[in-house]
T-cell receptor, first 118, second 117 residues
Framework: DAGVTQSPTHLIKTRGQHVTLRCSPI?????VSWYQQVLGQGPQFIFQ???????GRGNFPDRFSARQFPNYSSELNVNALLLGDSALYLC?????????????????FGEGSRLTVL | GDSVTQMEGPVTLSEEAFLTINCTYT??????LFWYVQYPGEGLQLLLK?????DKGSNKGFEATYRKETTSFHLEKGSVQVSDSAVYFC????????????????FGQGTILTVHP
């Protein structure tokens, strides 16, 4: 079975440009979350989407936006890129909207899209 | 807010040595605790988890016990192998009184483990 797939795997942009990152969840998974992992740090939560609606947002500026499509795939968009946006962007999918205590919930992560902003 | 603190790294060990990676947390609700592992060139994988106090998570020879009194979730393995070389992340998912979260994990900064033959 295919895992979480992300594209592109690597990309280079310049300051001020826009970037779109794509994610396909595991088949049957309806929830997609996005994380930013800066070199040497742990992933930081950006968004969660479930059934095409935003269900959670981390502490990121409005330059960051996302959406989820009817097939549950997702896009992360970042406008007006800054040097500090250089990072590995991780997508994760899960079966449920909520990682309920009683559910053996787990986030399945893709390998990420590495963005370099020059 | 929620936070996770891991021991400073990197950690370098010889094969068959004992491993401990410390993790402490701060949370306002009823967190579940996780260890994720990131092997070179691969995505994050769940290693083990514990959902309530005194639970012990275990997988692939690794263990961690949820200690509410010390707000800790230290990762241990009795005998490491070269193949265990990876970055290890401690994480928590905080639950409201209603028992759900929204796919948000709070991660520590990660600990790089290198095991030499």
């Amino acid at each position: 079975d295919a895992g979480v797939t992300q594209s592109p795997t690597h990309l280079i942009k310049t300051r001020g440009q826009h970037v779109t990152l794509r994610c396909s969840p595991i088949s049957g998974h309806k929830s997609v979350s996005w994380y930013q992992q800066v070199l040497g740090q742990g992933p930081q939560f950006i968004f969660q989407y479930y059934e095409k609606e935003e269900r959670g947002r981390g502490n990121f500026p409005d330059r960051f936006s996302a959406r989820q499509f009817p097939n549950y795939s997702s896009e992360l968009n970042v406008n007006a890129l800054l040097l500090g946006d250089s990072a590995l962007y991780l997508c994760a999918s899960s079966l449920a909207r909520a990682l309920a205590r009683t559910v053996t919930g787990e986030l399945f992560f893709g390998e990420g899209s590495r963005l370099t902003v020059l | 807010g929620d936070s996770v603190t891991q021991m400073e790294g990197p950690v370098t060990l010889s094969e068959e040595a004992f491993l401990t990676i410390n993790c402490t947390y701060t949370a306002t609700g009823y967190p579940s605790l996780f260890w994720y592992v990131q092997y070179p060139g691969e995505g994050l994988q769940l290693l083990l988890k514990a959902t309530k106090a005194d639970d012990k998570g275990s997988n692939k020879g690794f263990e961690a016990t949820y200690r509410k009194e010390t707000t800790s979730f230290h990762l241990e393995k009795g005998s490491v192998q070269v193949s265990d070389s990876a970055v290890y992340f401690c994480a928590l998912s905080d639950y409201s009184a209603g028992g759900t979260s929204y796919g948000k994990l709070t991660f520590g900064q990660g600990t790089i483990l290198t095991v030499h033959p």
